[in-house]
């Protein structure tokens, strides 16, 4: 099989309730996704999404997607989409860094396998693991009666994990973490969320105030070492997300257990490929996981359960069904929240069809 052209699609996706809010004033009202359709001379087509929150979050942005694409895509043509791994280090070769760039043609590629062998990729990526993927919901930062609020409605719908986000004054993070902690039921657990924007002796002073509330505490900070000076503060469980985001950091990590949880979003490590790896690492380093995507739609969703229920459920810590949070529909079959969990498809590849009409014309087309 060989690849005989690519199309670059972009898609609106407006989030509900009015959008995410996160630490240090960062907000998002609508999602800017990529979509990559691989077409071949087999006749079959694959595809792959990548969606960055926003272009503050993280080393990526939509518009860096869709321009290293026309860079990168064009090395592929004439080659055989089902060899991952050589596609993988192709692109490595052709693109340095950029990992969310390659991250949607690394996921189309691997749907084309799934296709072409007739399987589901949760088959491929080491099989089924229980009969379903437990979810977290994250709960955008507002006032703290606010919050609590949001885990009481989306308890409605099946959630029990909720990822409360904080990183603003001091003071008023620690009265969001004692009200949604009080809200919380039996069985449901809290994970405090600053994504990077603590600095340590903020995060010392807040766990301090904080010490009889359960929850584990994730990405207080920004850089490494001052993660490694906060959790050697504490005795809580302790989440990394941002600052890993590849194979030697996350070696690093473990050598240095400088947590119990690690974060693994298929576009900040470039793909289902690495994504893999960094799971295998993990299972044989006994490190929980939550599998999960920046954002997107139900391409990402797709991608997201189907590692997830490959992962052993003694070491699946969560993961996020991105579907969940948008307004706007691009793919059917793919994986939704199911009374707080969600399960990968039977079907082969991704087990997803994409709406065309929704997908629009492409803006880029590679052949």
Not at 141 to 155: C, G, L, N, V
Not at 215 to 240: I, K, W
Not at 263 to 288: E, F, H, P, T, Y
Not at 329 to 338: F, L
Request: hydrophobic residues 45%; aromatic residues 4%; negative net charge.
């Amino acid at each position: 099989m060989k690849i005989t052209g690519i199309t670059v699609h972009q898609v609106d996706l407006p989030l509900r309730a009015g959008g995410m809010r996160w630490s240090t004033g960062r907000s998002l009202a609508t999602y800017d996704s990529t979509v990559v359709r691989i077409t071949t001379d087999a006749g079959l087509v694959g595809h792959g999404e990548v969606c960055p929150l926003g272009p503050a979050y993280l080393p990526a942005y939509a518009g860096g997607v869709r321009a290293g694409l026309a860079k990168l895509a064009p090395h592929l043509i004439g080659h055989d989409p089902t060899e991952t791994g050589v596609i993988a280090r192709l692109m490595d070769e052709r693109l340095k860094g950029h990992p969310y760039v390659k991250s949607a043609l690394d996921m189309a590629c691997w749907d084309l396998l799934g296709l072409a062998a007739g399987l589901p990729l949760v088959t491929l990526l080491g099989g089924r693991h229980g009969r379903a993927v437990k979810l977290y919901r994250a709960i955008s930062q507002d006032t703290p009666a606010a919050m609590a609020e949001r885990i009481a409605q989306w308890r409605e719908v099946g959630y029990r994990q909720f990822q409360i986000k904080v990183g603003s004054d001091p003071d008023l993070d620690i009265e969001r973490i004692r009200t949604t902690g009080a809200a919380l039921r039996a069985g449901e657990l809290l994970v405090v969320d600053a994504n990077t924007s603590w600095l340590p002796h903020q995060a010392a002073r807040v766990l301090r105030a904080v010490e009889d509330v359960p929850f584990h505490l994730e990405q207080p900070c920004a850089g490494y070492d001052e993660c490694l000076s906060v959790r050697a503060r504490t005795g809580r469980a302790f989440v990394l997300d941002e600052i890993i985001d590849g194979v030697p950091g996350l070696l690093r990590a473990i050598a240095d257990r400088a947590m119990d949880v690690v974060n693994i979003k298929l576009s900040k490590v470039g793909g289902i490929g690495v994504a893999r790896q960094m799971r295998d690492i993990c299972v044989a380093a006994g490190i929980a996981m939550t599998i999960e995507d920046s954002g997107g739609s139900d391409i990402v969703t797709a991608a997201v359960a189907h590692l997830a229920h490959a992962t052993p459920e003694a070491l699946r810590f969560s993961s996020s069904d991105n579907i969940g949070y948008v307004d706007r529909s691009i793919a059917e079959g793919g994986p939704h929240n199911e009374d707080g969990w969600m399960r990968a498809s039977s079907a082969p590849g991704l087990g997803i069809a994409p709406r065309l009409d929704v997908l629009g014309p492409p803006l880029l087309t590679i052949d």
